[in-house]
């Protein structure tokens, strides 16, 4: 666009000195005219811009409250906010879609000054022609005509690439305040040879810097005063109150908040877990291990260090079970578990923990202490975020924080001789303030052998050849292998290989152990499950799992993320049909249709009339009445052409809300099933481009294609008429331009397809890396994920290089084939001159001349309507085909709710009257096609029982 804005004003000037050399200097004034509407367009295009920012305002606030209901869609559901958020979201977007029809209008008030501003050039240049005493000769007034009609259409660009090229700045400004903000450190400060594991040194952190932050009387910003020295091994605690400041130190240690003053150093490297735990949309080993080599040990220890391996068996996939975005199939407490062993996994020198067991049960969090955090992790530095103070007594350290600052640090032995907040905290944690209280509290947990020495796993790996264990093992995996569906194939690949044993030595020494007489039941099998293996019967069932299904040729599993549906062929005529219904019905389309018809009449007829006007031979002085007919047929194309763009966007702005509101409803009623196999940059795709597009490209190219379709039928209606034999060329080269158009559609269409899904991965990858940078940052994962970042950039970018290259090659063709045109009929003309009049061959060479660049521009035109329409289908396949739940209405419904919100039927006043719930024979599964998660199951629950 911007090449544009350079080469017009050439063609402009060029234009210029052929007109003059033509007619005289008369060739100026019409061209003045256009100069003079120069700032007009120009202070429309600064309107345009002004109006642009008011609409991305909008479209923000839009597409952050239709991500956060998404991402949030559980409790959405749960609380059935559906119709409150569609009308939160609908009435931001009947703003948004306000400020889009005043920029669609002013766009047309400007494309049609410029597009029309030939016309009154040629008007104002023949009359001024006149009324100085010039003649009318056929040569240069058609030539005249000729290079105006030319000009037209990059003069209708014109406004477009200006308006383009002050709209860049928008998104300019935006990118160009994303990269001046204020970076973090690029790495942590780290000292090998730092006698201790963490040192800060009167450290004052903020969540943003400002330069006043330095000065003293600015009051509490962060944390304030932080001196601290974490000796190396250490298992570290840090407490206090709610919003005292622990998660905000957790947060200052892995550089999320920007030190202001003091010094941080670290004597090794760092993992963490964060408070609310961050996955990735992959496996779950590929969760825990994050980038790194698979150590099958160092695996293994660690599953069953973080209490996951009774979870990996039952999955039907093992640890290679696709968790889907955000761990959609998981629950809070096996989330939290992975983000454990994540960080337990990453062999580094210090482990963060933020709050990490708060999301598992009392046992749970008791194991995962004693095995992992005291277990595996014995020998590095740890530091436990939490509020549950059932921990200090077996904690080295103890770290006590109130608003920003550390008040109290030290053992728990020494704390509590302090009698200050610490003690305070664990008295009213034990449950009083009385010394008795005290004592049972230090008592339960200082001879509890459990808290203070694990269990090493290695000793229990180096048991597991034991008869008993390999039995017991077999019996786990066979029961959890008898309640899951198996299905043979021919590959057998494996789904949880991490075990190197040989298969065969495996089930020769179950099969020696079966004679000593250790067959069991299945009924006795489910209850081992029931009751929890012990840890020896666990770790060696991980291996079993992958052995077994290895003799079984494997579970198959399909993958949890559905693929994008992608319609084939070209666009259907349904599409087009919902366009029209939802942008007003076909009788407003009609109307739009015969606007832009009659205003494209009075074009072919003002060319006509110039040709009477030549050749009338009175001299009763009939020229003011042909010139002022001229002037009431250019009048009368600029004032339909007007009516028409009103109409357009009015139909534009019925046909934006109605259809985004459609598909916001149906995707809000989807079932949940949905939501948890489609990722959700696939979904915001849909409302963002394809909304975009909707919003302002369908109805462009709607326009230049019809009216570039009109003029093209004009011209070959003037041709038909003046001289027919010139039918002979023109039929077969218009033939095979079309050729090559519909050969074109039909790849470009696959390709702008092909490019809309590929968009989608990228926005998932966007949001997924966004949620999760503290964890990214404190890995070292940055360059992995920025290389995912630009291979996904790469693979939403590669469809539209090759969509440009296949333009370009369909366009080129064209064009040779429009100049054939031309030149064709120029050497019928010369080689007959006298067969034709002089006005008639002059406006035949006119028309003849402009049809091909016509053609052209139509076929462009519906080319990229096409592709744009692309956009209108995937709105139409949510608005209308999408999976509802059961309980909602039907499409029909659905579309009369959309345009007036029609009030929920209220519970009446009295509900519930009583508090029970029953429950009978109740079967349940995640989603169609999955094992029941809830199988038979019966309850009551009675009013006020707990």
């Known amino acids: ?54 609409a991305v305002r909008y479209t923000d606030k839009r597409i952050r409250a239709t991500r956060e209901s998404l991402q949030g869609m559980r409790v959405v559901k ?24 005043k920029l669609n209008l002013a766009r047309y008030g400007l494309m049609s000054l410029a597009l029309h501003s030939p016309v009154f050039a040629s008007i104002v240049t023949f009359a001024i022609l006149v009324a100085s005493g010039g003649k009318l000769k056929t040569g240069p007034v058609f030539a005249v005509i000729g290079i105006f009609n030319a000009m037209s259409v990059p003069l209708s660009w014109l406004p477009g690439a200006l308006t ?89 240690l892995v550089g999320e908040m920007k030190r202001v003053s003091g010094t941080m150093v670290f004597g090794g490297s760092l993992s963490y877990a964060p408070q609310v735990p961050w996955m990735t949309n992959a496996s779950i080993r590929d969760n825990i291990t994050f980038g790194l080599p698979l150590d099958r040990e160092r695996y293994i220890n660690v599953v069953e260090a973080c209490a996951l391996d009774i979870d990996l068996a039952a999955l039907p996939a093992g640890d290679l079970t696709e968790i889907g975005e955000r761990g959609a199939t998981l629950s809070g407490g096996q989330k939290q578990r992975v983000s454990i062993a994540r960080a337990a996994y990453s062999e580094s020198d210090i482990v963060l923990l933020d709050d990490c067991l708060s999301a598992v049960d ?96 290695k000793a229990t790996t180096n048991r597991r050849n034991s008869p008993e264990a390999l039995e017991h093992a077999f019996e786990y995996v066979s029961a959890l292998e008898s309640t899951s569906a198996f299905v043979a194939t021919e590959t057998g690949t494996s789904t949880f290989d991490i075990a190197s044993a040989d298969a065969s030595s495996l089930e020769s020494r179950r099969s020696t152990n079966s004679s000593n007489g250790s067959s069991k039941a299945h009924s006795h099998n489910m209850e081992r499950i029931a009751g929890h293996p012990d840890q020896n019967t666990r770790a060696y069932a991980i291996e079993l799992t992958d052995l077994t299904k290895k003799r079984k040729h494997a579970l198959v599993v399909d993958p949890l993320m559905s693929q994008e549906d992608r319609q084939t062929g070209q666009i259907s005529l349904s599409s087009y049909a919902a366009f029209v219904r939802a942008g007003g019905g076909y009788l407003l389309f009609a109307g739009i249709v015969a606007c832009l018809t009659i205003s494209q009449a009075c074009r072919v007829g003002s060319d006509f009339w110039m040709r009477q006007w030549i050749q009338h031979k009175h001299d009763i002085d009939p020229k003011h009445m042909y010139m002022w007919i001229y002037v009431l047929l250019g009048g009368l194309q600029f004032l339909w052409f007007g009516l028409f763009a009103m109409l357009l966007v009015a139909s534009v702005y019925m046909c934006s809300k109605a259809l985004h509101g459609q598909a916001l409803w149906r995707v809000l009623r989807a079932p949940m099933s949905f939501f948890d196999t489609t990722p959700l940059g696939r979904i915001l795709n849909r409302f963002t481009r394809d909304i975009d597009s909707l919003d302002l490209a369908v109805c462009d190219f709607f326009r230049q294609f019809y009216q570039n379709i009109a003029r093209s039928i004009g011209a070959f209606v003037s041709i038909s008429i003046l001289v027919p034999i010139f039918l002979a060329p023109l039929v077969p080269l218009v033939a095979v331009s079309w050729i090559l158009i519909y050969v074109y559609l039909r790849t470009s269409v696959e390709v702008q397809r092909v490019a809309a899904i590929a968009r989608s991965p990228l926005y998932a990858h966007y949001a997924e890396t966004l949620q999760g940078l503290a964890t990214i940052r404190v890995h070292a994962a940055q360059s992995r994920y920025i290389g995912r970042i630009n291979q996904a950039l790469d693979n939403a970018n590669r469809p539209q290089w090759y969509a440009l290259v296949t333009q370009n090659w369909v366009w080129l063709r064209i064009d040779y084939l429009s100049h054939l045109l031309s030149l064709t009929i ?94 009978r024979d109740l079967f349940m599964n995640y989603r169609q096609g999955l094992p029941f998660a809830l199988k038979g199951v019966n309850m009551e629950i009675y009013s006020q029982e707990r």
């Open 362 to 457: 009392t046992k749970v969090s008791r194991l995962i202490f004693k095995h992992c955090i005291k277990g595996i992790l014995s020998r590095k530095t740890r530091i436990l975020v939490t509020n549950n103070l059932d921990y200090l007594p077996v904690v080295d350290f103890i770290i006590t924080m109130e608003e920003g600052r550390i008040v109290e640090q030290g053992s728990f032995a020494n704390l509590m001789s302090l009698n200050g907040i610490t003690a305070s905290m664990v008295e009213s944690f034990a449950g009083g303030a009385d010394t008795g209280a005290r004592k049972t509290f230090e008592g339960r947990y200082t001879t509890d052998s459990s808290l203070h020495t694990a269990t090493p796993i």
């Open 78 to 101: 749960f609380f059935v906010w559906e119709d409150s958020i569609l009308e939160t979201i609908q009435r931001i977007r009947s703003k948004e879609v306000m400020f889009i029809a």
């Open 1 to 54: 666009m911007m090449l544009f804005c350079i080469t017009i004003p050439v063609q402009v000037v060029a234009s210029i000195i052929v007109l003059v050399y033509m007619i005289g200097p008369v060739g100026i004034s019409g061209w003045a005219l256009v100069v003079a509407f120069v700032p007009v367009q120009m202070w429309i295009s600064r309107y345009l811009v002004a109006l642009r920012k008011q």
């Open 164 to 252: 383009e090229t002050r709209n860049s700045a928008v998104p300019l400004q935006r990118i160009t305040q994303a990269l001046l903000e204020e970076e973090l450190d690029p790495a942590m400060p780290r000292q090998p040879s730092l006698d201790v594991a963490i040192r800060l040194d009167n450290a004052r952190f903020a969540w943003k810097y400002n330069a006043s932050l330095l000065q003293p009387d600015m009051g509490w910003f962060g944390l304030d005063a932080i001196n601290l020295a974490i000796p190396h091994g250490s298992l570290v605690a840090v407490v206090g109150a709610v919003g005292s400041g622990k998660s905000s130190l957790a947060s200052a």
């Open 826 to 919: 120029c050497l019928i003309v010369v080689s007959q001159p006298t067969r034709w009049d002089a006005a008639a061959v002059g406006l035949l060479l006119v028309q003849a001349t402009q049809m091909g660049a016509y053609v052209t521009y139509a076929g462009r035109g519906w080319t990229e309507l096409q592709n744009n329409m692309n956009s209108v289908e995937r709105i139409n396949h949510y608005a209308t085909e999408l999976e509802q739940e059961p309980s909602q209405a039907s499409t029909k419904e659905a579309d009369k709710a959309v345009i007036s919100f029609v009030p929920t039927r209220l519970a009446p006043a009295a509900w519930p009257e009583r508090g029970t719930i029953i429950i």
